[in-house]
């Protein structure tokens, strides 16, 4: 999986569009997967903030978040196709 984000450098309380990449191992792009993300600031309960990403293209992903609070985030990625699945963390910072 690859995540990039618009804006690059997330902000505090606002939108940011996420965008997930999903490959096989051998590299195909995945189609009609369901994939959901989790926003997690590991140092401080924030509570529940996630999301549905929907199909863009083949095998990208889209959806809107917002982080609640400047600093470190992890950005928890999970997909499912047919039998496969599959998670990814990934650590953003969050500027105010």
């Given amino acids: 999986m690859a995540l990039s984000l618009d804006p690059a450098q997330p902000k505090?309380?606002?939108?940011?569009k996420f965008q997930?990449?999903?490959?096989?191992?051998?590299?195909r792009l995945?189609?009609?997967a369901q994939v959901d993300?989790?926003?997690v600031m590991p140092l401080m309960d924030m509570g529940k903030n996630q999301f549905s990403l929907k199909p863009a293209t083949?095998?990208?992903?889209?959806?809107i978040g917002e982080f609640s609070m400047a600093g470190e985030w992890e950005v928890v990625i999970t997909a499912?196709?047919?039998d496969k699945s599959g998670?990814?963390?990934f650590n953003?910072?969050?500027?105010d």
């Fill in 12 to 16: 505090l309380g606002r939108k940011t």
């Fill in 20 to 27: 997930v990449t999903i490959r096989q191992t051998l590299g």
């Fill in 30 to 32: 995945v189609d009609g």
């Fill in 37 to 39: 993300a989790s926003l």
């Fill in 58 to 63: 083949s095998g990208v992903y889209q959806g």
């Fill in 80 to 82: 499912s196709a047919g």
């Fill in 87 to 89: 998670k990814t963390t």
């Fill in 92 to 95: 953003v910072n969050v500027a």
